[in-house]
């Protein structure tokens, strides 16, 4: 075997993300915990960080956002492209799995919130994934 022969390295395996229900649903027959795999835990991970504040993840105050902050504002265009901004730099700096697409934030004065629409790729999928979610301040 020649001294500079390398092992191929393969970079194009599908990778599995995993992580528990956020809901803490227990398997009725073991008892232990569900798991969230694949995409939707990519997705379970996106939404806890949008509804992730500063100082609320034990010893990494860094993670967070000030989008409950903004919540508080007034409905405007100005409210809509601080909370894209928000946002983007949050997923940009705290969830490396998936590149961004788009972000879109439009308020709704019906129901006195807004409704945001993430569009993403995630880095193992081929497909581009969209989430629809709906902010809006709690009193």
Do not use: C
Not at 50 to 76: A, D
Not at 108 to 137: E, H, M
């Amino acid at each position: 075997m020649p001294v500079n022969q390398q092992i191929p390295v393969q970079s194009n395996l599908a990778r599995v993300y995993s992580d528990i229900n956020v809901n803490f649903v227990p398997n009725p027959v073991t008892g232990d915990l569900l798991r969230v795999v694949g995409t939707n835990s990519v997705v379970q991970s996106l939404m806890n960080l949008v509804q992730l504040n500063h100082y609320e993840k034990p010893f990494h105050p860094e993670i967070g956002s000030n989008i409950r902050k903004l919540l508080f504002e007034q409905l405007s265009p100005i409210t809509s492209n601080s909370l894209q901004s928000e946002i983007k730099n949050l997923i940009s700096n705290f969830e490396t799995r998936v590149s961004l697409i788009g972000i879109w934030v439009q308020s709704n004065q019906t129901l006195d919130g807004y409704d945001v629409t993430i569009q993403f790729n995630i880095l193992s999928v081929a497909s581009p994934l969209t989430i629809t979610t709906f902010l809006q301040r709690l009193r």
